[in-house]
């Protein structure tokens, strides 16, 4: 297995989440945006919607939120199974459900914490803890990887 970006797939989400790419978080009262730089925008709906039955599969999922006092908890579900955990290459398949806590400990600093299940690669939940520095002056910068790509050539991926 080849890890998906260096195909220009999107690195999916607990990924995107814990690598130390750019974010940009967009709140309204119905929605919030997770602008990734390098893997799209994730859509968590927060209107007080359920998960709808039979959703599409996708790389991020298809994401509920709430508020529980000052931490975002977000619930998603509806994985297409071709997404790595990390970059070691542990898998992830379509009966993945994730948990993420969004919480801002002080002007700085964001921590996260991802709970993952997924009965067909693990034999109980486990949780993720990592603490984001914030940088509230920070662009996302537009990526198209396939716009000079070289890494594929580089490995004999062609």
Not at 1 to 19: D, R
Not at 36 to 63: C, F, M
Not at 67 to 79: N, P, R
């Amino acid at each position: 297995e080849v890890f998906p970006p260096t195909h220009c797939l999107p690195a999916g989400i607990p990924m995107s989440t814990l690598l130390s790419e750019v974010t940009k978080i967009v709140q309204t009262p119905a929605l919030t945006l997770i602008m990734l730089e390098l893997g799209g925008t994730r859509q968590i709906y927060t209107d007080g919607r359920k998960h709808v039955a039979d959703p599409s599969p996708s790389w991020l999922g298809y994401s509920v939120g709430a508020w529980e006092g000052d931490t975002l908890v977000v619930d998603t579900v509806g994985f297409n199974g071709k997404s790595w955990l990390d970059i070691i290459g542990h898998p992830q398949s379509e009966s993945a459900h994730l948990v993420e806590r969004y919480r801002r400990r002080d002007f700085g600093h964001m921590d996260v914490e991802i709970t993952i299940d997924d009965p067909k690669w693990y034999t109980k939940p486990f949780t993720i803890k990592v603490t984001h520095l914030l940088q509230p002056d920070t662009d996302i910068l537009e990526y198209f990887c396939n716009e000079n790509e070289q890494d594929r050539r580089r490995m004999g991926l062609q």
